[in-house]
């Protein structure tokens, strides 16, 4: 035996020796409170012999308990949820009962009721106690997990004919190629370096101009996120603010997908969806915010926070860890407080408590339900770990605070991967990410002011004292004013564009940040503003917004061209002539033409699309938002993620060919799911079915079976 097992097993008798002492100790504690339950003979004991009875009865207890309760919790998979509960406090009060009989000389005694309440606290006790003890040890909750599913040993492969093979895909959330790439050649995540080393491909993909978990997500589960320009953006048709990691603007994006494509998505057939924005049509679901936004009966997922914390040694277990991640989070804040670290932004008040949220909370339940969907057989489960992401858009994409999270992120995926090995059918783990985190100051930080404060001083609007004694408001205010005096002196327009009315008074403008990316609305207008009219309500707006160094360029519809670049120096570019490696989008790199240009075609485009500067030396951006790690635009790693599969699976793409947008990964996994005789997704009717669509509820579901037939993939005229 190794060094390892020897530590192991020492830890793991320390644990036994603590929680019997601990459950002793509740014993005499309720014998001394309760009068109908007893631990000493009719004629009274000494404390030792009384302490010596409780041991003996708390491990009795412990023992049935260990014995009893694998076979009877699959046995209590058919009973209904109503009397669930009762049936648990019945069988520890019973077994409670047991193991008073078994004690010598019949010293231990208690009325069924009070067996009841003993059982109950004991039952707390114990758990919490062995889970405290082990709030960090994985390989202990693994076993845990073992015995209350039965499953003790490996699936053996020689036991008969191979089941076909589930498909696990865990949402590594912002975690960029890069970022990957570094965290496994500085040791940071083993079991990804391992995978590698053991023939796993590791593919970089592109995302689209909105580089942010709605629009990725949306693409990946549900095959098109046509029509989502930012992470929240303004519909003039429809007045409403739309925000994606809002539960009814998830509902709905969720609904138009659907409706788009015809399907349910990518998990419609015993699929689990966990801890995502959308549900990807999976029946089991768990922390799915379109979920949450349905209050019905029968849309509530018996899966999530109350199935995960109604175990108290899963509650103990989160909450140690929880109250560690605080504390942590407080002393890497004081930390870069002291040392005068920049960029930095505030992380006070209540940020502490929501990153613990993120890293453990949310990690807890979503790990506990994946490692539940593969005990449970399931072919397709999707769940989203959001740690890095929440950790750095306050720290930076890259650092000591980062670098811990990796390692705890390995330390999940490999336990799901043991896990794996004990499920009744073999499972592919694909790792993958949503969109990467480009660093820099936030725009506000490095110009001293806001974006917003840019747009209302370029179009004359009051902005506070401190925004307009920065060099960029007092320019901008300047701009505006000379804009002005020219457009008073130019000559009267004419033509279709002219007579267009706009309304008399005018509405401020309505701007709104989604990272580096920043969307500005005029919410009186209907339609989309062209430059013209833009120019004739706010003649300094343009080019005040072009023409400053945190801004890299701006997309606005024009009546002569269409729809044009705008960038510094009074670069104007139509977009129909955009092209890589040329003109304003350059420094951005490849695919940038192309992503500006299917974006301009989404009918709830912005008035003006502004995108900040980048700097491909540093590979730094300017968040619009108070983020130092960001990501929702052009620019760096942040359109850079990554896809990580087993050497069983096809290649993603062909060699030489890379990897666009997310619709197509959509393609990619649908491909993998129908491999080695894997799940069929429905993705349409037969070529000689009638043409009109099947029926699909809000939820993403068929209503009708459909034959598992692909549709053929049109050319993808915007890639």
Request: hydrophobic content about 40%.
């Amino acid at each position: 035996m190794g060094y390892g097992r020897w530590r192991g097993a020492g830890r793991a008798a320390v644990r036994l020796v603590s929680v019997w002492a601990v459950s002793t100790a509740t014993l005499l504690v309720l014998a001394g409170l309760l009068p109908d339950f007893q631990l000493q003979s009719p004629d009274g004991d000494t404390f030792t012999r009384t302490a010596l009875t409780a041991a003996w009865a708390a491990g009795a207890f412990g023992l049935l308990t260990a014995l009893v309760w694998p076979f009877v919790v699959r046995a209590l998979l058919l009973v209904p949820a109503l009397v669930l509960g009762l049936l648990v406090f019945f069988l520890n009060g019973s077994l409670l009962l047991v193991a008073l009989w078994l004690i010598p000389d019949g010293r231990g005694a208690a009325d069924p009721e009070t067996a009841v309440v003993v059982a109950a606290v004991m039952s707390a006790v114990a758990s919490a106690t062995s889970t405290a003890l082990a709030v960090r040890d994985d390989e202990a909750y693994r076993r845990r997990l073992y015995r209350l599913t039965g499953r003790t040993r490996p699936r053996d492969p020689g036991s008969g004919p191979e089941p076909a093979a589930g498909t696990v895909f865990l949402q590594l959330d912002g975690v960029g190629h890069e970022v990957l790439r570094r965290a496994v050649d500085d040791g940071l995540m083993p079991t990804v370096a391992g995978w590698l080393e053991a023939g796993y491909r590791l593919t970089p993909w592109r995302t689209d101009w909105s580089s942010q978990t709605g629009a990725s997500q949306l693409g990946i589960l549900h095959g098109s996120n046509e029509d989502v320009p930012a992470f929240r953006w303004y519909e003039k048709d429809t007045g409403r603010l739309m925000v994606s990691n809002r539960p009814a603007s998830a509902v709905e994006l969720q609904r138009r997908a659907v409706r788009r494509t015809g399907d349910g998505g990518l998990l419609s057939l015993d699929g689990a969806s966990r801890g995502n924005l959308f549900s990807g049509g999976a029946d089991q679901v768990a922390l799915v915010l379109t979920v949450a936004a349905r209050r019905g009966r029968r849309n509530r997922s018996r899966a999530g926070y109350f199935a995960y914390f109604s175990d108290p040694a899963n509650a103990v277990r989160t909450a140690g860890s929880l109250v560690d991640e605080v504390v942590r989070e407080v002393a890497q804040s004081t930390r870069a407080r002291l040392r005068r670290e920049t960029p930095r932004i505030r992380r006070g008040g209540t940020y502490p408590l929501v990153r613990a949220f993120a890293t453990v909370v949310e990690r807890d339940v979503v790990v506990a339900a994946v490692l539940g969907d593969m005990l449970a057989g399931r072919t397709a489960v999707y769940a989203d770990l959001v740690a890095y992401d929440e950790v750095a858009h306050h720290s930076g994409p890259s650092g000591r605070d980062t670098d811990q999270v990796l390692r705890r992120l390995d330390r999940a995926v490999g336990l799901i991967a043991r896990v794996a090995e004990h499920a009744p059918r073999p499972y592919r783990i694909v790792l993958l990410s949503d969109h990467g985190q480009s660093p820099g100051e936030t725009f506000e930080g490095a110009y001293g002011l806001t974006l917003k404060d840019l747009v209302r001083a370029g179009c004359g609007l009051p902005v506070s004292r401190r925004a307009g004694r920065t060099r960029s408001g007092a320019e901008a205010r300047d701009a505006a004013r000379d804009a002005l005096r020219s457009a008073l002196h130019r000559p009267v327009e004419t033509g279709e564009e002219a007579e267009r009315e706009l309304p008399a008074r005018p509405s401020e403008p309505l701007v709104l940040a989604s990272g580096n990316l920043g969307l500005v609305s005029f919410p009186d207008v209907p339609h989309r503003m062209t430059r013209e009219e833009i120019d004739r309500r706010h003649p300094g707006l343009l080019r005040t917004l072009a023409q400053h160094p945190g801004i890299g360029f701006l997309l606005v519809a024009s009546a002569a061209h269409g729809a044009v670049v705008l960038a510094a120096d009074g670069v104007e570019v139509p977009v129909a002539e955009l092209a890589d490696g040329e003109g304003p989008l350059a420094v951005f790199g490849r695919g940038a033409a192309d992503a500006v240009r299917r974006t301009d075609g989404f009918p709830h485009v912005a008035d003006i699309m502004v995108n900040s500067m980048y700097d491909p030396v540093t590979g730094t951006v300017h968040a619009f938002e108070e983020q130092i790690g960001s990501h929702g635009g052009l620019g760096g790693a942040q359109s850079h993620p990554f896809l990580l599969s087993p050497p069983e699976l096809s290649p993603p793409v062909a060699e030489g060919e890379e990897l666009v947008g997310a619709e197509r990964v959509h393609r990619v996994l649908r491909r993998w799911l129908r491999e080695d005789e894997g799940p069929q997704v429905p993705l349409g009717p037969p070529a000689s079915a009638p043409a009109s669509a099947p029926e699909i509820s809000p939820s993403g579901k068929r209503t009708e079976s459909v034959l598992p037939v692909e549709r053929p993939v049109p050319p993808d005229k915007n890639r």
